[in-house]
C-alpha cells in the first residue's frame, strides 16, 4: 500500500523514524512528509505569512521531506505538489503524548489526518499517551498492524 506519512513533532522525531521503520518492514511503499521543527498544538492552522521552505532529508534507510509548516502544510503540500498520485492511506504519529478529549481539537497531529480526509483520503492519527513507559519501536509495530487489518477503501474521507 502507498502511505503518506507524517507528525507533528518534527521529522527528526524518534516516533516517527519508529513508524516509518514498521511500515517498510510491513512492506508498504512510503512517502514522508514532515515539519522541520516541532508543530504540536497548531491544530489545523496553515502558514499563511511566512514562506513554506522544504528540505529534503536522505538519511540511510529514510528519506523525506521537511517542511517548514504546520502539519497540515505538510499534508497539503504533499497531496497538491510533492507527490506523483494520491497515497491509498495517509498515517500520521506516532504522536509524543495522548490526543483525547478536547486535546484532539488543539493536535497537529490529528489535524493533519482531518486534512488528509477533508482531501477525501482515508487517515489514520496514532499517538502514545506515556512516552517515559512505552518504546516508539514496540508502538510502531503495534501501528503497523493496525494499518494493515483495515480494509482502508471503506474509510476515505474519515479520520480513525
Known amino acids: 500500500m502507498r502511505i503518506l506519512l507524517s507528525n507533528d513533532d518534527g521529522i527528526h522525531s524518534p516516533c516517527l523514524r519508529a513508524l516509518h521503520d514498521a511500515l517498510c518492514e510491513a512492506g508498504h511503499e512510503l512517502d514522508v512528509v514532515?515539519?522541520?521543527t516541532e508543530q504540536s498544538g497548531v491544530g489545523c492552522s496553515v502558514t499563511l505569512h511566512n514562506p513554506l521552505r522544504l528540505y529534503p532529508v536522505q538519511e540511510p534507510g529514510f528519506s523525506g521531506t521537511a517542511v517548514a509548516g504546520t502539519p497540515v502544510d505538510c499534508v497539503k503540500l504533499a497531496l497538491t505538489t510533492l507527490l506523483p498520485q494520491p497515497p491509498d492511506l495517509v498515517v500520521v504519529g506516532i504522536n509524543n503524548g495522548a490526543n483525547k478529549g478536547v486535546d484532539v481539537f488543539y493536535s497537529g497531529t490529528v489535524g493533519a489526518a482531518t486534512e488528509a480526509a477533508l482531501c477525501g483520503l482515508p487517515a489514520v492519527a496514532f499517538s502514545r499517551p506515556r512516552p517515559e513507559l512505552e518504546p516508539p519501536q514496540a508502538l510502531a509495530r503495534h501501528a503497523a498492524s493496525l494499518v494493515d487489518a483495515v480494509d482502508w477503501?471503506?474509510?476515505?474521507?474519515?479520520v480513525l
Not at 153 to 158: E, Q, T
Open 153 to 158: 477503501r471503506c474509510c476515505a474521507g474519515k
Open 34 to 36: 514532515a515539519p522541520l
